[in-house]
């Protein structure tokens, strides 16, 4: 296969069959979001956001390109911004791993850290970007209310799960900003309304980079109000038992953080709870090499 861009390789990513010996009559999948650009779900979003705006004209080559983030999409920022030609400006929330600070400024962009939550970082870009100067410097792509960010996964990794697994009985994912799930969501609603759609979210006192912890009073963003209507349940996850399942997927080959360990205690408590049969998919948000510094702790 010869592709010319890097933004062609994103989407279309592999499912693996892995064993769960505890549940005999369940197909699972894991989609393996990793095997995107920067190794994460986010490229999908990044891309179809850029996109949107520059067919909408807010984006030009004289403008920096700004968003907040819990450390994926910034990865994804900043690799696409720097192949397509923009300067880019994001800014994170302390839950953001060395790996993907790393990552960020290699690739040249400009990287702020503040608060624990990525809102307030989000509220910040919006204050700079209605600014005079902001108003000619940057265009803000506020992924936690973009509607191109569940269009994203809608138009892509919902019909791709959909294509791999006709019968498919349930999906699972991570609520973080909400705007994957929502659009898979979205999409099977209205293509296969039998498939189920789980959700993990970090228990209460629990930091899971790439999870949202929303009974600590993190923001719901749209997607998530959206998401909420229309998932069957949602499983509160444990930083033990995220661990515990990172450590289970890694016998399979999967090389994820703990947000894809966290996705795995969900499926088995919803396979248990609903006694759920036949394909399941449990989607990951990306790779472990973006995680080693948190990974350490259990090696």
């Known amino acids: ?21 505890e549940f005999k009559k ?20 990044c891309i179809s956001n850029i996109n949107s705006a520059l067919e909408a004209g807010k984006l030009e080559k004289s403008k920096t390109i700004l968003d907040a983030s819990s450390g994926n999409m910034a990865c994804a920022l900043a690799f696409f911004g720097k192949i397509m030609g923009f300067k880019v400006k994001v800014v994170c929330n302390t839950k953001l791993t060395d790996d ?9 962009a400009e990287l702020d850290v503040m608060g624990e939550k990525t809102i307030e970082g989000n509220q910040y870009c919006k204050q700079l970007a209605e600014t ?11 992924q936690l209310h973009n ?16 294509r791999d697994l006709p019968d498919i009985t349930a999906v699972i994912g991570s609520m973080g900003s909400g705007g994957s799930m ?10 296969k309304k039998d498939t189920k759609i789980y959700t993990s979210q970090a228990a209460s006192g629990t930091k899971i980079p790439g999870t949202g912890s929303f009974v600590d009073g993190e923001y719901i963003t749209p997607f998530i109000k959206e998401l909420m209507e229309n998932y069957q349940d949602s499983f509160l996850v444990s930083q033990q038992q995220a661990e515990e ?6 016998i399979s080959g999967v090389y994820a953080g703990f947000q894809a360990g966290g996705v795995l205690e969900a499926a088995y408590q919803a396979i248990e709870k609903y006694q759920l049969l036949g394909d399941i998919v449990m989607i990951i948000g990306d790779a472990g090499w973006k995680n080693m510094d948190k990974l350490k702790a259990i090696i």
């Open 26 to 45: 369940v197909n699972f999948h894991v989609k393996l979001e990793s095997f995107n650009p920067t190794g994460s779900i986010k490229d999908r979003a």
């Open 182 to 191: 929502c659009g898979v969501a979205r999409y099977f609603r209205e293509f």
């Open 147 to 162: 509607p191109s960010n569940p269009r994203a996964s809608y138009e892509t990794l919902g019909p791709e799960i959909h």
């Open 245 to 250: 399942r990172t450590k289970q997927l890694a």
């Open 132 to 142: 005079p100067e902001g108003t000619e410097k940057y265009c803000f792509l506020d």
């Open 100 to 108: 993907k600070k790393n990552f960020i400024k290699y690739f040249g």
């Open 1 to 21: 296969m010869i592709v010319k861009s890097m933004t062609e390789l994103i989407g279309n990513t592999p499912l693996l069959r892995i064993e769960l010996p």
